[in-house]
């Protein structure tokens, strides 16, 4: 959209430029020496003198500098043995975790011999009660816990697990049952 000449905005920013133009005027005619622009433009000296720091003498120069050489000897020597405790530290902690480590080596062998032993100690139950009289199995068998009981029966040959569990009272046989078809019911299908 075009802006006309009557249009209020455009009044108002020519009142405003004519306005500016008027104070200019007026402040050349009040001050025809010119002493309010020169005041404004030139740079003042007292700022600039009283900012500089006065001049110490070299003595004392140098012995601050000497001083504070002295501290940062001071800190490096203190830095320095923060470093070599560090070391002595990691060192010892490095030596820590090569005795856990072996520790836990040996830990896993004789846990994987303790399982292994126990293992070939079930294994060898497991024989013996295939091996018994059926009838005589079953009344050790109607004693033991039922998960237990189960866990015997589920690793045994079939036919010697069945005249076992035949020679069970039909509700401990039943409960026996249940325990070993129960213990991969929750294992995932896929």
Do not use: W
């Not at 009557?6 to 200019?24: E, N």
């Not at 720091?53 to 001083?67: M, N």
């Not at 569990?165 to 325990?179: F, Q």
């Amino acid at each position: 959209m075009a802006k006309t000449a009557t249009d209020p905005t455009r009044f108002g920013a020519m009142a405003l430029l004519g306005a500016v133009f008027i104070g200019s005027a007026s402040a050349r005619l009040l001050d025809p020496s010119g002493a309010i622009a020169q005041e404004a433009t030139a740079p003042d000296p007292a700022p600039a003198v009283a900012h500089c720091a006065k001049p110490e003498a070299p003595e004392a120069l140098l012995a601050a500098l000497k001083e504070r050489e002295m501290q940062l000897a001071s800190r490096a020597d203190v830095i320095a043995d923060r470093e070599r405790l560090l070391e002595a530290a990691e060192l010892r902690f490095r030596a820590q975790a090569d005795r856990l480590q072996e520790a836990e080596a040996q830990l896993s062998a004789t846990l994987a011999r303790a399982d292994e032993a126990a293992e070939s100690d079930v294994t060898s139950l497991v024989e013996v009660y295939e091996t018994m009289n059926p009838k005589n199995a079953a009344q050790i068998f109607e004693a033991m816990d039922i998960t237990f009981a189960a866990g015997f029966l589920s690793r045994m040959q079939r036919d010697a697990a069945a005249r076992i569990l035949s020679g069970l009272p039909p509700d401990r046989a039943y409960a026996v049952s249940v325990v070993i078809a129960g213990r991969n019911a929750s294992a995932p299908r896929e």
